[in-house]
Each structure stands twice: as C-alpha cells, then as structure tokens.
C-alpha cells in the first residue's frame, strides 16, 4: 500500500483484486473544484498515529460515499467517478498537532430529495467507527440550492409568527413549567395561567414531560388550553403554551398533535430524540394544519459538545431548518448550559438569515444560500434571567425566544410577578435600544430606572443580579481567540 | 384591565417624545409608519381601521406626532396605535406596534365556555365593550 501519490491509476491498476489506499481509489482529488450542485462537507479527523491525514481524509469521502475496504468490481457497473465522494482540500486546524480540517463534495444524485435521514445515513453512517481514526468530527455542510429547494423548511418561521400573534419588535418571552415533572395536570395549568397573565407570551413543556403516572398528555392539554383561554382574557394578548406531543411512535404523536389542534392551541412541540424522520414527519403535519412546530434539542450534547468527535450543533440547525422547524434551542451564551459567544453567534445566523457568508470566527465553512427558505426562532433556554436581559438582547438580538423557567417561577412574589419582571425588564431594554442608548453599558442601569416603578422587577435583581455561569467553553472557534461573556 | 398588546403596553403609557423617538428609530430603518385605531381590541381583530396610509417618504417622526394628536382629538375614546413596516425582502411586514393611545376604562374581556364532549370546553372571547355598536364602546 506504499507509494501513494496525486497521480491518477490506470484503470486496470485501479481495478485489481485487493487492497489500495483510498486516496489511490479516487477519494483524495486535491484539483477537484467543487460543483454549485454538490453538498460540502467539512470534517474534523484525528487520524490514529501514524496514519497520514490525507489518507484518512479519503478514507472519510470513501466510507461516506461509495468504498468498502477492498477493491470490488461491480464499481465498473456504474459511473463511479460521479458516486465517489472526493476529498479536495486538506489543512491543519490551527493551534492542534494532530487534528485536520478534510474538505469533501458529494454529488447530488447520492442523496435522496427532501430527506435528513438520507444525508445523515451517508455523511455520519458508518464513517464514525472508521479504526484508522481516533476521532471525527462533522463541522459544516453546505447544501446547494437545488438541494434546499427539495425542502419544505420552517411552517411558520419567523415573520408568519409574529403576524400571527401580533408581536413584533421584542423577543417573545417564554418559560418553562417548573419542577419538570411531578406536578399534577391542574397544578401545572396553575403555572401557565400566572406566568401567562404575568406577561409571557408563552409558556413549555419540558422535553420529558410526555405521558407519565403523575399526569396524562390528555390531562394536560384540557388543563393547559384552560389557563391559556383565561390569560388570553385577562390581557387581551394572543397567548400559547407548547404542547409537547412526543411520544413512543409516531402515530400517537399524530393523536396527540390532533389533539392539540382541535383544543386550539397555536402550536406543538417535540424533541430531537424522536429523530429526522419523526420530526419532519410532524413538521409536514404543522403545514398542512397552520401549527407551529417547536423543537426542543433534547440529546444533542451527547454528541455537539466535544470537538474531536461527533457533530457539530451549526450542522444540526441546518438539518432543522430544512426539515422545518419553527424554533430550536440554540443557546443563550450567558445561561447555564455550554455556549461560547462567536459560536452560538453562528448557529442564530442558521437560524435566521437568508445567506450565511463563510465566516470561520463563527465557525461558518462555507457560503450558505437558504433560497427564501423560511427563518426558524432561535430559543435561548437555561438559566437566564431578567438582570442579563441588555446581555441577552446584545448578544441574540430581537428575532428570538427568551425562556425563563427558574426565572420565572422561582421568583419570591410568585410567577405572575415573576412573568411581569421579565416583561418590563424586555421592554424597557428595547424602548432604551430604539431611543439609541448604550444598553451594553447602561443595560444595568436601565433595569434599575425600571424597577423604581416596578417591584417585581427590583426583587428579581435583587434575587439573581448576580448570579451567572463563567465557565470555559468546549466548543469554540478554531480560527480567533474567544471572547469572554460578561 | 390593562390591554397588553404591542411592544411597550407593559411600561408606563408613553410621552410624546418617547413616542417621537421610537417613531424616528422606525424612520431611520427605512421602515414606513403609519397610524391605526379601533373599538374592538379582541387580540386577534387584525385589520384595526387605518388613520392614514403608510408613510413612506417622510424623514421626520414629528409629521407623525402631528397626525397622531389629530386622531387623539377625534378618537379620544379608542385604542390607537403606531404600526411600523419593514418592506426588505424576506420580512415584508410589520417590525414594530405599539399603541400610542388607549380609552380612561378598560372593562376586559369576558370569557365563555361552551362545554362539549369528553370534558372539553369551546372558548369564546368577547370584549365586553363590543355588546355596543361601534362608536359606543368606550368612554
């Protein structure tokens, strides 16, 4: 297997009973310039020492694409050179001695229209137990137009949104019922009436509460359209509550989604833990009914976090949108779970923008066209509250969710005052924004004008003003230093 | 009650110049502004009555204001309220709402379930200011 080089085989050489290098079976193309039409990849390989990271880069486009690991010669039956994934550019990641970015094109034709679960059986199948690697890591994708164009994407999105509930200009406000599980169904409709009434737009399931001996989905639902009615009465405000219809397969998902529809709730949600299938499954269903359909990222960190091997969370948000999810969880950077500022940065552009530039500080590879593809919320869940909110509105800006559960819920005046300190703190902040004020310095004293004429405001910074959660990230951007979140 | 809708309804009502200033911000985004009222504040009445068309080539928040203290002297007993529209592609709709004017009273809604099978409610809103013809609703 010595003596690979970038010179091409014969086709004879090529096709000799057993074993080559991949990168002599026609994986490694370092003169291939990619097609508008291929789907890009790029992926971060920690090769087992001694292996050299070319040869595990077209090993990665072989075992993702068309290659076993002999030469087999039913490959002649076909037009191999166009199945074969090609590895075109290979480079150091920077500050590491043994990791390398691999870049790889797939044509088109090897993926199914419109299908996830496609894309993902080639691109992270069997590839990630590849011996000859310690570790992989898929960092990006880009989809060409024709692919994306196969999708339906987001339902809703985020313009249709807000015209529906008659918001705009301000995050939406959300929090999550609290304790997670437990409460009865009339004791978790208690929560969402007073968080409702309190100001919040919305309130949230947990993603596992579904149908347990403590409380019924059904129990659930009746209790939580009740509170949802009352509060639309006692504001005046289009309210919602998210009615999460995960289940043990996919047909009582439908019964529950039905459910929810027929009591008039505007929107469901289910988990990331149902799969591609289930969710876009359920997102067609959301179009076809005008629901929105929100998605909580239960699962993801057990393989977005470490950066030597798994996915990378840009790359699940991609996958999103194009399934067709309204909102997705993607970070809050000051909260309680991982998020370092340029990354999470990158995934909100995901989520919302109409073409994604390449832009390595926030870990974009690769140009990304979502051709009028619908804009999916961004959720910022987890340990926020309302004495971060200039930090939130800074670092996330006005198209996204802010969701205060313990913030909410643990307030000492209870979870109408809790919902109310949320409210006044947002809308003080953007009055302030618009006005041209420096809300990154004078957010602080911002929030304490507003609390002189709003007490629940003033107990919430005197319960949580201090509390935040500095801790290093695992997932940063390879190519700048990062920065520090507060 | 207090209605909530629009951006700023849970801050104290807005001055002039606080107004004058949100309406310059939608101004100086290129957005068109523009004035709309109703008696009708069920949440999801859409279509307020409009005051005025979209402006879409006035530099100068205060030519609002103007037409705004005008609406208030006619339609002291209604709700009214800044809409503000971004045409940009991809978004082609509102960016900002906020109501600029609300009546001295606000009775609410009232609230009417319909019991039907299985435990399950039909819920009906109905501002309890929209027994009256319009016109009469608010004092």
């Known amino acids: 297997m010595e003596g690979s080089s970038n010179q091409p085989l014969s086709t004879k050489e090529r096709y000799k009973e057993g074993v080559l290098n991949y990168r002599d079976m026609g994986f490694w193309r370092p003169d291939y310039d990619?097609?508008?039409?291929?789907?890009?990849?790029?992926?971060?390989?920690?090769?087992?020492?001694?292996?050299?990271p070319i040869e595990a880069a077209a090993a990665v486009a072989g075992e993702s694409s068309t290659?076993?690991?002999?030469?087999?010669?039913?490959?002649?039956?076909?037009?191999?050179?166009?199945?074969?994934?090609?590895?075109?550019?290979?480079?150091?990641?920077?500050?590491?001695?043994?990791?390398?970015?691999?870049?790889?094109?797939?044509?088109?034709?090897?993926?199914?229209?419109?299908?996830?679960?496609?894309?993902?059986?080639?691109?992270?199948?069997?590839?990630?137990?590849?011996?000859?690697?310690?570790?992989?890591?898929?960092?990006?994708m880009r989809f060409p137009v024709a692919y994306v164009k196969t999708f339906n994407g987001p339902a809703t999105g985020i313009v249709v949104e807000r015209e529906r509930l008659d918001k705009f200009g301000r995050p939406l406000l959300g929090a999550t019922v609290k304790p997670k599980l437990g409460l009865s169904g009339r004791n978790y409709g208690r929560v969402v009436y007073e968080a409702l009434k309190g100001g919040l737009d919305f309130t949230k399931d947990d993603e596992n509460i579904n149908s347990q001996p403590f409380m019924h989905w059904r129990d659930r639902f009746l209790y939580c359209m009740e509170a949802v009615?009352?509060?639309?009465?006692?504001?005046?405000?289009?309210?919602?509550?998210?009615?999460?219809?995960?289940?043990?397969?996919?047909?009582?998902?439908?019964?529950?989604?039905?459910?929810?529809?027929?009591?008039?709730?505007?929107?469901?949600?289910?988990?990331?833990?149902?799969?591609?299938?289930?969710?876009?499954?359920?997102?067609?269903?959301?179009?076809?009914?005008?629901?929105?359909?929100?998605?909580?990222?239960?699962?993801?960190?057990?393989?977005?976090?470490?950066?030597?091997?798994?996915?990378?969370?840009?790359?699940?948000v991609k996958w999103m949108r194009l399934i067709g999810v309204d909102h997705i969880h993607a970070g809050t950077v000051v909260g309680k779970l991982e998020g370092d500022p340029m990354t999470t940065a990158g995934y909100y552009d995901v989520?919302?923008?109409?073409?994604?530039?390449?832009?390595?500080?926030?870990?974009?590879?690769?140009?990304?066209?979502?051709?009028?593809?619908?804009?999916?919320?961004?959720?910022?869940?987890?340990?926020?509250?309302?004495?971060?909110?200039?930090?939130?509105?800074?670092?996330?800006?006005?198209?996204?969710?802010?969701?205060?559960?313990?913030?909410?819920?643990?307030?000492?005046?209870?979870i109408?005052?809790?919902?109310?300190?949320?409210?006044?703190?947002?809308?003080?902040?953007?009055?302030?924004?618009?006005?041209?004020?420096?809300?990154?310095?004078?957010?602080?004293?911002?929030?304490?004008?507003?609390?002189?004429?709003?007490?629940?405001?003033q107990k919430a910074l005197d319960t949580w003003g201090d509390v935040t959660f500095d801790y290093a990230s695992t997932d940063s951007p390879d190519y700048v230093t990062t920065p520090t979140t507060a | 009650m207090r209605l909530t809708q629009g951006t700023f309804s849970f801050l104290p009502d807005l001055s002039d110049d606080q107004i004058y200033r949100q309406v310059q911000y939608c101004i100086d985004n290129g957005w068109a502004v523009?004035?709309?009222?109703?008696?009708?504040?069920?949440?999801?009445?859409?279509?307020?009555?409009?005051?005025?068309?979209?402006?879409?080539?006035?530099?100068?928040?205060?030519a609002l204001i103007e037409e705004l203290k005008e609406a208030r002297a006619q339609l002291a007993t209604y709700y009214i309220r800044v809409v503000a529209f971004d045409n940009s592609h991809g978004w082609e709709a509102p960016r900002l709402s906020f109501i600029a004017h609300r009546p001295a009273e606000e009775p609410g809604f009232r609230l009417e379930r319909t019991e039907t099978e299985k435990r399950r409610q039909q819920y009906t809103l109905q501002p309890y200011a929209s027994a009256h013809p319009p016109g009469q609703r608010y004092r």
Not at chain 1, 265 to 283: F, K
Not at chain 1, 365 to 384: C, E, H, K, M, Y
Not at chain 1, 435 to 452: F, H, M, Q, S, V
């Open chain 2, 34 to 62: 523009s004035l709309e009222y109703t008696d009708d504040p069920h949440p999801r009445n859409t279509y307020w009555e409009m005051w005025n068309r979209p402006m879409f080539d006035n530099p100068d928040a205060q």
């Open chain 1, 229 to 316: 009615n009352k509060a639309e009465a006692a504001t005046g405000e289009v309210k919602g509550t998210y009615l999460n219809v995960t289940a043990p397969d996919i047909e009582q998902m439908y019964e529950r989604a039905e459910f929810a529809k027929e009591l008039g709730s505007p929107i469901v949600m289910v988990d990331l833990v149902v799969g591609y299938t289930g969710i876009q499954s359920l997102a067609n269903w959301c179009r076809r009914n005008n629901m929105i359909l929100h998605l909580h990222r239960a699962g993801h960190s057990t393989y977005t976090r470490q950066k030597t091997h798994g996915v990378s969370f840009r790359v699940i």
């Open chain 1, 416 to 457: 109408e005052a809790g919902a109310t300190a949320n409210r006044v703190a947002l809308e003080a902040m953007i009055l302030a924004r618009n006005e041209g004020r420096d809300t990154w310095n004078e957010g602080p004293e911002i929030l304490r004008e507003a609390a002189k004429w709003c007490t629940p405001l």
């Open chain 1, 67 to 140: 290659a076993t690991w002999t030469v087999v010669w039913t490959d002649r039956l076909t037009a191999y050179d166009k199945y074969r994934g090609k590895a075109y550019h290979v480079e150091q990641v920077p500050g590491t001695q043994d990791q390398w970015f691999a870049y790889i094109a797939y044509d088109l034709d090897l993926f199914e229209p419109g299908s996830i679960t496609n894309v993902t059986a080639s691109i992270i199948g069997n590839v990630f137990g590849f011996k000859p690697l310690k570790g992989l890591r898929l960092e990006d």
């Open chain 1, 34 to 52: 990619p097609a508008d039409t291929d789907i890009l990849a790029v992926f971060r390989i920690t090769p087992q020492d001694g292996v050299d």
């Open chain 1, 351 to 414: 989520c919302r923008e109409e073409h994604n530039p390449r832009n390595l500080e926030k870990g974009l590879f690769f140009d990304q066209d979502w051709a009028s593809l619908n804009r999916t919320f961004p959720v910022a869940s987890g340990g926020i509250h309302a004495g971060q909110m200039h930090q939130l509105l800074h670092y996330l800006g006005e198209d996204t969710i802010l969701q205060f559960g313990g913030g909410t819920i643990g307030h000492p005046m209870g």
